[in-house]
């Protein structure tokens, strides 16, 4: 059953007025590149969830007037209503540029048997998300859906970014302290080379303790290739980080090893 929930955000500017956020920073083709992502993530559609009886519908209003809209798959301790202060944490997942949250959602439901709440949202402009797709809006959005999930009482905090979510998510846990987990999966080292602010390329972002970070690559990643993303794995090794190349993998949730991929993840959270 699909439980519709709105949570937390500011009031929400009537219609889409212009929002300095929603400048690009990348150059002329930014606009184009968003464009072409989203379209091959294609349009929403609820009713892939409408059978999952653990699933809330989530509504966060961005710090510029915008509707972001995502779903909670709920810990399975969550199911039989018990206390929230029993949850063990909360896994934010940060999805590639061309995947829509109800797409991959019920991927990470052997999180939840674990005591995690596992939180994914549209993008801004994706889906079901308003606001127009642009880098410097997607980064602030990401920074503050943190900001409002550490005002929930978890005890464990869980992140994973594959592909540009990794961009998102090391640039937006720059200022966040305390303890975390944080898996980067297929994520190139740098933006610059697209035009990009270098302040925004994930090898200026990895952070210096590392104890906590696990960063995968596929050698048969098509999409990111392994010289693209090859800097910030040698840089993450450099720092003590758990860094995975396997020679089979492609790129998440497109080579058919999701599995043995969130295995990985399982594993490593659990310390294993």
Known sequence: MLLTVYVYGTACYAGQKSSSLEQSICGLKEP??????????????????????????????SSDGRILRGYKL??????????????????????????????IITRFDQFTRLGYDVYIFDYRGYGRSEGKRRLKAILDDYR??????????????????????????????????GEMTVVIDSTPSRLSNYGCPAAHDPVNNLP???????????????????????ELLELAEDRGATVLRDPAWGHPFMDGHTPRRLEVVRRFLLHE
């Open 208 to 230: 210096r303790i590392t104890d906590n970070l696990l960063v995968i690559a596929g050698a048969r990643d098509q999409v990111v290739k392994p010289e693209t993303s090859r």
């Open 32 to 61: 184009f590149f968003f464009w072409l992502w989203s379209s091959v993530a294609g349009d929403a559609n609820a009713t892939r969830l409408a059978q999952v009886a653990n699933v809330e519908d989530l509504a966060i209003t």
């Open 144 to 177: 503050q859906i943190i900001q409002q999930l550490g005002t929930q009482q978890y005890q464990r905090r869980v992140f994973y970014g594959m592909s540009f979510g990794g961009v998102v998510l090391l640039d937006a846990l720059r200022h966040q302290t």
């Open 74 to 103: 709920k810990a399975a301790h969550a199911q039989s209503h018990a206390s929230k202060d029993q949850h063990k944490g909360y896994m934010l997942v940060v999805q590639g540029n061309a995947i829509l949250a109800d797409q």
